[in-house]
Nanobody, 120 residues
Framework: QVQLVESGGGLVQPGGSLRLSCAVS????????MGWYRQVPGNQRELVAS???????WYADSVQGRFTAFRDNAKNTVELQMNSLKPEDTGAYYC??????????????WGQGTQVTVSS
């Protein structure tokens, strides 16, 4: 069973920075897409950043220019550098990886989440 383990969350003041990391128990090269979602209680998870194995990264408009996502195939990690944090960035951040089965179905794997709180 694939495991994704996030770390790096915490409490930060507005304008500050955090770097989230996601350690994956298998080669992330096997995941065509990896990325980060976040969730605020009472709301659905929203996609923050998507990192394809090849091609351009995608970011939500709300974080464009402030967040940068990385995937390191050698270390099997996915990271999210978050700068100029705002209170509305507060939430639980989840790492995910997407695979496609031989039949063409998409399967998502999730970490347990790490809490980010932006507050003065």
């Amino acid at each position: 069973q694939v495991q994704l383990v996030e770390s790096g969350g915490g409490l930060v003041q507005p304008g500050g920075s955090l770097r989230l990391s996601c350690a994956v128990s298998e080669s992330i090269f096997s995941f065509p897409i990896m990325g980060w979602y976040r969730q605020v209680p009472g709301n659905q998870r929203e996609l923050v950043a998507s990192i394809p194995r090849y091609g351009s990264r995608w970011y939500a408009d709300s974080v464009q220019g402030r967040f940068t996502a990385f995937r390191d195939n050698a270390k099997n990690t996915v990271e999210l550098q978050m700068n100029s944090l705002k209170p509305e960035d507060t939430g639980a951040y989840y790492c995910y990886g997407e695979r496609t089965t031989p039949s063409g179905s998409k399967v998502n794997y999730w970490g347990q989440g790490t809490q980010v709180t932006v507050s003065s």
